[in-house]
C-alpha cells in the first residue's frame, strides 16, 4: 500500500501541473502580450503566433532552470522522502488555488513569487514538525530552511519592482523628448539608431535570459557573450543600426514594430524557458525523488533527500509537452486576456473608464507627485520647460466613432521602449545571477513608461496609481498568503495523510470549478452590460436599438427593488431591507457610469448625428438619474424607519402599499417587456393608462389624508407613508417619461445604423 500512494500522489502533481500550467500561463501572457497587444503594432493573430513560437523555444530550452525546487529554499539533505512529498504536494496544491484566485480577479501576480513562498512556508512548516518532535528550538530552522538564498529572491524580487518603474520612466522620458509622438516625421537616422539600441539589447536578452541553458549555440558563443558583453553589444550595435537604416530607407519597414515584433518572441521564450520551473519544477523533482527513492528498498521515512542536491537535466518529452499545454493555453484562456487587459488599461494614453476606484494613499501619492513635479519645474528654466513640453504634444486626429475601439492604447514607441528596458534589466540581473520576477519587471516598466509618457493626467492620475497601488498590494498578499496556505496545507496532510489529501485534492478541484463558471458568467455580463456606454451606432434610431436592453433590465431591477422596499416594510424585516439598499447602490453606480461616459459618448460621435443622438443621450441619463433616485429615497426611508425601532405600518396602509406595489408592477413588467422585445409600437398603449395610475396614488394619498384626522396615532408612520406615495407617484411619472422619449424619437421606418464587425 506504501507505494501505492506515492504513485498516486505523483499521478496528482502530474494532473497538477498540467493545471498550473494553465493558471500561469493565463496569469504571466502579461509579461509578453501587453505591449504588443496595447500598441495594436501587428495583428492580434500575428502576435499570438510570435509569442506562441517564443514559447515553444523556450520550453525546450529550459532544461537546466529546475534548480530552485530541488534546493534553492530548503536543504534536501536534511529531509526524508516521506516529508519532501508532503511539502511538493502542499506546494502545488497552493499555486494552482492561489494564480487561479488572481486570474480570476484579473489581476498579473508573480508564479516567481508564489512559487518561493509555498516552497519556503511547506517545507518551514515540515521543519518546524521536526524540530517539535525531537525537542529543538526555533533557532535550528536554520538547519532546514536555505535562509541566504530565500532572502536573496526576496530582497532581489522586492528591489525589482522600484528599479523598474524608475529606469522605464527615466528611458521613456528621454526617449520621448527625443522622438516625440509625431515619430513618423523623424529622419530616417533616429529610426535606425533606436532600432539599433533597442535590438541590441533584446539579443542579448535571448542570448543571457533564454539560451543560457540551452545546447544551441557553441559554449564559446555563450562564454564570448559573458566574459564580453561591452564588445558583443557595440558590434551587435553597429550591426543592426546599419540594418535598421537600410530596411527603414529602402524597404520601407518601421523598426518600432520590428522592436515589437522581436521583444514578444524574447520575453515569450524567456518566460517559457526560466518561469517554466514555477509550473513544472515542483512536479518534476517529486518525480526524480520517487525514482530515487523506489530502487532503494529504503521505507519512505528514512530515505535521504540528499539526491535532490545533484543537478539534474530534465527529459526533453516532458519541456515540450509542457510547452505545448503553455501555447495551448495562451490561445484559449479568456483569463489570460483579462490579465492583459488590466496592464493595459492601466497605461493606455488617453482617458477612459477606469477600472479602479481611487483611495486615500493614491490620493495623497498624487498630491505628492504633483507638488515635486511643480518644485523640480521651477527649477528648470521656462525656456527649456516649453521645448519639453512641445515634445509631449500629441497630435490630434478626429477619429470615427466606428473606430474608437480600433485604436491602441499607447504608441509604437512606448511598446518598444517597455519591452527593450524589459529586456535589458531582466539581462543584467540574469548576468548578475540576481533573482527577479519577470512579472514585476514587465509590469513596473509599463507602468514607469506610461507615467514618463504624461499618460496619467489630472483626470485619470488617482484611478491610474490607485490601480498600480492595487496590484503591487496583490503582489504582496501573494507572498504572504502563499507562505500561509502552504504551510497550514502542508501540516494538514502530515497529520491527516492519504485521507487529507483526497479531500484537499477534492476541494481545489471544487474551487477551480466554481471560479471557472464564475469567470465565465461575469464575461457575458460585461459583454452584455450597459449597451449606452459601448454604443456604436451614429443616429437616433441605432441609439434606441442598442439601449433598449439596457432599459429592460433597469425597469426590471427597478421593479424588484420596489417590490423589495414594500415586502421588507410590511415585514419589519431589517435585512432584507439592507440587502434591497445594496441592490440599489449597485444600479445608481451603473447609471453613474453612463454619466461618465458622456463625455466620449458625444466625443466619438459622427458629425451627422451629434445634435440628435447626444440630446437624446443626455435626456435618457436624466430620466434614469431620477429612476435612481425615487429607488434610492423610497429603500433608505423604509430602512431607516425600521433601523430606527419605529412603530410597523398599520394593516390597512400595508394592504395598500401592496395594491400599489402590484399595478406597478404591472406597469413596469410592460415597459420591461416592450425594450425587451423591440415593440414600441406598444408605447402608446401604455401611455394612455398614465392618469390611472396618477390617480390611484392620489386616492390612496386621500385615505390617509382622512386616517390622520380620525385614527391615525404615529407622526413617523404618516410621514413615512406620504413619502413612500409621493416617490411612488414619481417613479410612475419617471417610467412614463422614458417610454414618451422612444415612443417620440422612434421611426420604425429607419433601420438603424449599426458597424459592421470585421
Do not use: C
Amino acid at each position: 500500500m506504501g507505494e501505492n500512494i506515492y504513485i498516486f500522489m505523483i499521478i496528482a502533481l502530474a494532473i497538477l501541473a498540467i493545471t498550473d500550467l494553465v493558471v500561469g500561463v493565463s496569469n504571466d501572457a502579461v509579461n509578453f502580450l501587453n505591449s504588443a497587444i496595447g500598441s495594436k503594432a501587428i495583428s492580434f493573430k500575428t502576435i499570438m503566433i510570435v509569442a506562441s513560437l517564443g514559447i515553444a523555444f523556450g520550453a525546450f530550452s529550459s532544461s537546466g532552470m529546475m534548480e530552485v525546487a530541488r534546493k534553492g529554499i530548503f536543504n534536501p539533505t536534511e529531509f526524508v522522502f516521506a516529508e519532501i512529498m508532503i511539502i511538493f504536494m502542499a506546494v502545488m496544491i497552493t499555486d494552482i488555488l492561489l494564480l487561479d484566485f488572481f486570474n480570476t480577479l484579473g489581476m498579473p501576480t508573480s508564479t516567481t513569487v508564489s512559487i518561493v513562498f509555498e516552497l519556503l512556508g511547506a517545507a518551514v512548516a515540515i521543519s518546524l514538525v521536526k524540530i517539535i518532535g525531537v525537542d529543538g528550538s526555533f533557532s535550528d530552522l536554520g538547519t532546514y530552511i536555505n535562509t541566504d538564498k530565500a532572502t536573496e529572491i526576496i530582497v532581489g524580487i522586492l528591489l525589482s519592482v522600484f528599479i523598474a518603474f524608475t529606469i522605464g520612466a527615466l528611458v521613456q522620458f528621454i526617449s520621448r523628448v527625443l522622438i516625440t509622438f509625431k515619430y513618423g516625421n523623424k529622419p530616417k537616422y533616429i529610426e535606425a539608431i533606436f532600432g539599433g539600441v533597442a535590438i541590441s539589447a533584446i539579443i542579448y536578452f535571448i542570448l543571457v535570459k533564454g539560451l543560457k541553458s540551452a545546447d544551441l549555440f557553441d559554449e564559446s558563443v555563450i562564454q564570448f557573450v559573458s566574459e564580453s558583453p561591452e564588445l558583443f553589444l557595440l558590434a551587435n550595435f553597429l550591426i543592426w543600426t546599419l540594418l535598421s537604416w537600410i530596411v527603414s530607407t529602402f524597404l520601407k519597414w518601421n523598426i518600432y514594430t520590428v522592436v515589437i515584433v522581436l521583444g514578444t518572441f524574447a520575453l515569450a521564450m524567456a518566460f517559457a524557458g526560466n518561469d517554466l520551473v514555477n509550473f513544472i519544477g515542483v512536479p518534476i523533482a517529486a518525480l526524480q525523488s520517487f525514482q530515487d527513492w523506489q530502487g532503494s528498498g529504503i521505507s519512505p521515512n528514512e530515505f535521504n533527500m540528499q539526491g535532490l542536491t545533484a543537478a539534474v537535466r530534465t527529459e526533453p518529452y516532458l519541456l515540450l509537452l509542457a510547452g505545448a499545454i503553455m501555447v495551448i493555453t495562451l490561445w484559449f484562456s479568456s483569463k489570460a486576456k483579462s490579465v492583459v487587459k488590466t496592464s493595459v488599461d492601466l497605461a493606455r494614453q488617453d482617458e477612459g473608464e477606469e477600472r479602479f476606484q481611487p483611495n486615500y494613499l493614491s490620493r495623497q501619492v498624487v498630491k505628492l507627485s504633483v507638488g515635486a513635479f511643480q518644485s523640480f519645474s521651477n527649477l528648470i528654466p521656462d525656456t527649456l520647460n516649453k521645448k519639453i513640453d512641445k515634445q509631449f504634444e500629441v497630435p490630434y486626429a478626429y477619429v470615427p466613432k466606428s473606430k474608437v475601439q480600433d485604436m491602441p492604447a499607447f504608441d509604437l514607441v512606448r511598446a518598444a521602449v517597455n519591452l527593450m528596458v524589459a529586456s535589458v534589466l531582466i539581462s543584467i540581473a540574469t548576468s548578475m545571477k540576481l533573482p527577479l520576477s519577470t512579472t514585476y519587471v514587465t509590469f513596473m516598466v509599463a507602468m514607469g513608461t506610461s507615467l514618463a509618457d504624461r499618460a496619467w493626467g489630472a483626470e485619470s492620475a488617482v484611478y491610474r496609481v490607485a490601480g498600480v497601488l492595487n496590484v503591487i498590494g496583490g503582489w504582496f498578499f501573494t507572498a504572504f498568503s502563499a507562505f500561509t496556505a502552504a504551510a497550514i496545507i502542508a501540516y494538514i496532510l502530515h497529520l491527516g495523510g492519504f485521507v487529507a489529501l483526497i479531500i484537499l485534492l477534492l476541494v481545489a478541484a471544487t474551487l477551480l470549478m466554481r471560479n471557472y463558471i464564475a469567470h465565465n458568467k461575469k464575461s457575458k455580463e460585461i459583454k452584455a452590460e450597459d449597451s449606452l456606454r459601448r454604443a456604436e451606432s451614429s443616429s437616433i434610431q441605432g441609439v434606441i436599438e442598442e439601449s433598449a436592453d439596457n432599459i429592460a433590465k433597469m425597469i426590471q431591477r427597478s421593479n424588484k427593488i420596489y417590490t423589495g422596499a414594500i415586502n421588507g416594510l410590511a415585514r419589519h424585516d431589517l435585512e432584507s431591507l439592507k440587502k434591497n439598499s445594496k441592490g440599489v447602490t449597485k444600479m445608481n453606480k451603473e447609471i453613474e457610469g453612463l454619466q461618465n461616459n458622456i463625455f466620449y459618448f458625444i466625443k466619438n460621435l459622427d458629425e451627422s448625428s451629434v445634435g440628435g443622438a447626444s440630446d437624446f443621450y443626455i435626456v435618457l441619463l436624466g430620466h434614469l438619474q431620477d429612476l435612481g433616485q425615487s429607488q434610492e429615497y423610497i429603500s433608505k426611508i423604509g430602512l431607516t424607519h425600521v433601523n430606527n425601532n419605529h412603530k410597523k405600518l398599520k394593516y390597512n396602509q400595508i394592504k395598500e402599499l401592496k395594491d400599489l406595489d402590484l399595478h406597478l408592477e404591472k406597469l413596469l413588467t410592460d415597459t420591461s417587456e416592450i425594450f425587451s422585445s423591440r415593440s414600441f409600437d406598444r408605447i402608446g398603449d401604455l401611455l394612455a393608462t398614465k392618469n390611472s395610475y396618477i390617480d390611484l396614488v392620489d386616492e390612496k394619498i386621500k385615505k390617509q389624508v382622512a386616517r390622520t384626522r380620525t385614527e391615525e396615532s404615529s407622526p413617523k408612520n404618516t410621514t413615512l407613508y406620504f413619502s413612500l406615495l409621493t416617490e411612488s407617484k414619481d417613479l410612475i411619472k419617471v417610467t412614463m417619461n422614458i417610454l414618451e422619449l422612444y415612443y417620440t424619437e422612434h421611426d420604425s421606418s429607419i433601420e438603424p445604423a449599426k458597424i459592421q464587425k470585421d
